[in-house]
């Protein structure tokens, strides 16, 4: 390794104990210090902290071929720049190198300016197309009419479906969100409208749907457009008649709930094509509201990344800083995934960016890893193991949590973690 450094053009002083390589930092600050963990009578932990007593700035690189949550985390507190897992590539060592030096650019990538008076809710914006959907919802909330939100994934329908009945006559009773995307046809009539004990086998017990637990309150149907052709007409009719009739019953019961409906779709070609029904569309689109991609409104992105970075610095107990350079990189990012898509990198850079500091090399890699999981989901090949430790360590162990930070499926982080092993 150290002939590879010279060749890359740095002076390296090599040390063969732990004891010589506490002399030399106690006698001599160096701005970058390379490590194993585990080297003899002491560890690359304690090399960790004589290098930042003498020198806090100092970017210290560890590295092992048996990292454990333990080492990680011990690390991670003791403030190391990069943990890299053996084996790997000396560019990887050269790459931790440059940012590490890059790092120490501070004096030309300021933190970014705080923002004052930060929203309370999700429902961040001030942006003109923002601007004109708080004016709808002032309008339509003090209303009963029912409302059609139109929008791509990760825009924040559901917030708005919320502010919507935080803001109506209705507020004080329950606000019941269904993804009918995520329900079988099948099962869609009885989770709305509820089942009567022996309705069908295994109906044991009468069961409340949807829409009479909400009664004097919203229900938010999101993904309308998912809905089976045959449910449909069921729908319209608790539309129409605002009555209910739970599977197995003979009679209907009247229910007064408020219907917000979401969707992704193009639902006025599905209408078109013959696979939305013209007259429940009708019923639906009493008011509609178009909901704008975080492109077309990317003066708001500074907001919502001060929003996110506090939430999660608040939450992990962490110090994470945003500077100039990062902030800028985010705003130029076209953010297919939306609102959510922000909100996930920001969570993930503040538990991993090096150094705490979220700067333009910590946003292009984390786009980085975010394309290449679009375009190969079922991998982890750019992400370290170490990083997966980290998140584990800042989620609890909540590996659900840690997955939707990582931006991977559940079940390719449990077999990441079957390949790292204990």
């Known amino acids: 390794m150290v002939t590879c450094l010279e060749l890359e053009g740095y002076a390296v ?17 160096y701005p970058i210090v390379i490590s194993d963990i585990y080297l003899d009578d002491r560890t690359g932990i304690d090399v960790l902290r004589a290098a930042r007593v003498q020198d806090p700035s100092c970017a210290v690189i560890l590295m092992t071929g048996r990292g454990s949550m333990e080492t990680v985390m011990a690390a991670t507190e003791g403030g190391a720049f990069e943990y890299l897992a053996k084996p790997f590539e000396m560019a990887q060592m050269v790459d931790a190198i440059k940012r590490a030096e890059k790092s120490f650019e501070a004096g030309d990538d300021d933190e970014a300016a705080a923002v004052d008076d930060l929203p309370v809710t999700e429902m961040i914006g001030s942006s003109a197309p923002m601007i004109d959907i708080y004016k709808m919802i002032s309008k339509v909330a003090p209303t009963d009419a029912t409302v059609l939100i139109e929008g791509e994934t990760g825009t924040g329908k559901e917030l708005i479906a919320r502010m919507i009945h935080q803001n109506s006559k209705r507020s004080q009773q329950a606000f019941v969100p269904v993804d009918c995307g995520a329900i079988a046809p099948s ?20 069961r409340i749907g949807v829409f009479e637990a909400a009664n004097n309150g919203t229900v938010f149907l999101d993904e309308i457009g998912d809905i089976d052709l045959g449910f449909q007409l069921k729908l319209l009719r608790f539309l129409q008649e605002r009555e209910i009739r739970p599977l197995g019953s003979s009679r209907p019961r009247k229910v007064d709930a408020r219907v917000i409906a979401a969707t992704n779709r193009d639902v006025q070609k599905m209408v078109d094509d013959g696979k939305f029904r013209e007259d429940l569309w009708y019923r639906l689109n009493v008011v509609r509201l178009k909901v704008p991609p975080l492109c077309d409104r990317a003066s708001d992105i500074p907001l919502l990344v001060h929003y996110f970075l506090r939430r999660y610095n608040d939450r992990y107990k962490l110090d994470t800083r945003l500077t100039d350079t990062g902030l800028k990189t985010m705003e130029e990012y076209s953010w297919p995934g939306n609102i959510r898509q922000l909100q996930h990198m920001v969570e ?75």
Request: net charge neutral.
């Open 348 to 422: 993930r850079l503040t538990i991993l960016a090096p150094g705490g500091r979220i700067d333009d090399a910590a946003v292009r890699f984390a786009i980085e890893q975010m394309d290449s999981r679009d375009h190969a989901s079922e991998t982890l090949a750019d992400t370290e193991a170490d990083q997966v430790r980290r998140v584990l360590a800042a989620t609890n162990g909540n590996k659900s949590r840690a997955a939707k930070i990582l931006g991977i499926e559940r079940k390719t982080l449990y077999r990441k973690l079957e390949r790292m092993g204990p």
């Open 187 to 206: 099962l869609l009539e009885s989770e709305l409208f509820g089942t009567l004990k022996g309705a069908y086998t295994g109906a044991d017990r009468d």
């Open 13 to 29: 002083d090599a040390v063969a104990s732990t004891r010589e390589a506490i002399d030399h930092l106690q006698a001599n600050p």
